[in-house]
């Protein structure tokens, strides 16, 4: 068995395999996902968009590929916000990895 490349990784480690949260826009609990998640970077978005958006971030120091989502709901008394993230398993990573092509983030 290969070891996950996001195990130990001071950059990405510490988040878990899936995250959610939710949130009402005015609330006072800010519900935030895990710090680590700032460190991740942008390698595409694959909807833009206003309102929902689905991104694919990589962590920088281990390439782990990460699906980030947003999806919000409009109401009169605070909007509610959710969003997830995802760490892809090993055999999606390879796959990404195939189809973009030399991403200049890694390019260091
Ligand atoms: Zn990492």
Aim: overall charge negative; hydrophobic content about 25%; aromatic content about 12%.
């Amino acid at each position: 068995m290969q070891n996950m490349k996001h195990e130990g990784c001071e950059i990405c480690g510490s988040l878990k395999d899936h995250e959610y949260i939710y949130y009402k826009d005015g609330s006072d609990d800010c519900n935030k996902l895990p710090v680590a998640f700032e460190n991740l970077r942008e390698v595409k978005k694959i909807s833009p968009g206003v309102a929902r958006s689905q991104t694919l971030l990589a962590c920088p120091k281990c390439k782990t590929y990460y699906f980030h989502k947003v999806d919000y709901e409009f109401f009169p008394n605070g909007s509610e916000n959710e969003e997830w993230l995802d760490r892809l398993s090993g055999e999606e990573n390879k796959e990404i990895n195939q189809s973009v092509s030399a991403p200049p983030l890694f390019s260091r």
